[in-house]
């Protein structure tokens, strides 16, 4: 009686077992992190299962080369518009990578001139000197904001800058804006 119904649940339990072992080295991510480089190579690879590879320079020489994986068709596609120049990737890093030929699948990216062209989508040039107003804007900005918690000292020195110095005292309205 029991060698029928072990014969019937036997192959549900290898069934079973083995989609558990799949999820476990295929997508179960075992780290994840980031790489920071140019990006050298990004193609798609296989006759029967086509896969994304690409290669990361992280600096001079062999030893500093990553090579990786891309799962998402979209997220490869915007890579493969951006090879050649300076990227951030981020990635999952799983057991076993096939079909893909590497284990590290990338999740997401950035230019690695992320901040410049924030700036420049701003409004602001992206050369030296207008990043630096910027931040000194920002960095003036933070500093009168800071006055605020004693209103006291906040009106004393708003006066003593409209009295030596009528520019700094103009930017102050602009860090309300």
Known sequence: MKSWKLKIL????????????????????VSTGKRVGSLTKISK???FIPTW??????????????????????????????EGK??????????????RDTNYNITAWKPKDFAYQQADQEGYSTNTNNITEVLSKTLFCSLIGSLFSNPDLYQKV????????????????????
Do not use: M
């Not at 036997?10 to 991510?29: G, M, S, T, V």
């Not at 708003?158 to 804006?177: G, M, P, R, S, W």
């Open 10 to 29: 036997l192959p549900f339990i290898i069934i079973a077992l083995l989609a558990l072992a799949k999820y476990i080295l295929w997508n179960f991510p």
């Open 45 to 47: 690879k296989g006759r």
């Open 53 to 82: 590879e690409g290669t990361i320079d992280e600096g001079s020489g062999d030893k500093l080369t990553s090579n990786f994986s891309v799962k998402n068709e979209e997220l490869a596609t915007e890579l493969y518009n951006y």
């Open 86 to 99: 300076q990227v951030i990737l981020y990635y999952e890093q799983y057991i076993l990578g096939w079909p």
């Open 158 to 177: 708003k006066a003593h800058v409209k009295e030596n110095n009528l520019y700094l005292y103009n930017q102050i309205d602009t860090c309300n804006e």
